[in-house]
């Protein structure tokens, strides 16, 4: 399984940005979805998520400018940013929990990371 994520770049602050990530390879279900980010000097901290069945849940700093959205017939995951600060800039990873085949486990996969850079 591999997820190829896109979409980050630079961008002025209040200003949107929308991630993608696409998951491909050897798929029979997935499970939770969900973006992470990682600043310079900080840890990797979960920004949103998104089971399969369609719930969400934010990091305090994102919430109400962030929407985590998921395409299941496309195995992809999106994240709309919106009003974005500088504090946002960071590495964004997306990852999900796949069960590859119907009577495996599942198992936490990630993408390459894509770089978000939010000038103020």
């Known amino acids: 399984v591999q997820l190829q994520a896109s979409g980050g770049g630079l961008v002025q602050a209040g200003g949107s940005l929308r991630l993608s990530c696409v998951a491909s390879g050897r798929i029979f279900r997935i499970n939770n979805m969900g973006w992470y980010r990682q600043a310079p000097g900080k840890q990797r901290e979960l920004v949103a998520a998104i089971p399969s069945d369609g719930t969400t849940n934010y990091a305090d700093s994102v919430k109400g400018r962030f929407t985590i959205s998921r395409d299941s017939a496309r195995n992809t995951l999106y994240l709309q940013m919106a009003s974005l600060k500088p504090e946002d800039t960071a590495v964004y990873y997306c990852?999900?929990?796949?069960?590859?085949?119907?009577?495996?486990?599942?198992?936490?996969?990630w993408g390459q990371g894509t770089l978000v850079t939010v000038s103020s």
């Open positions: 990852y999900s929990n796949v069960r590859p085949f119907s009577l495996s486990p599942s198992i936490d996969f």
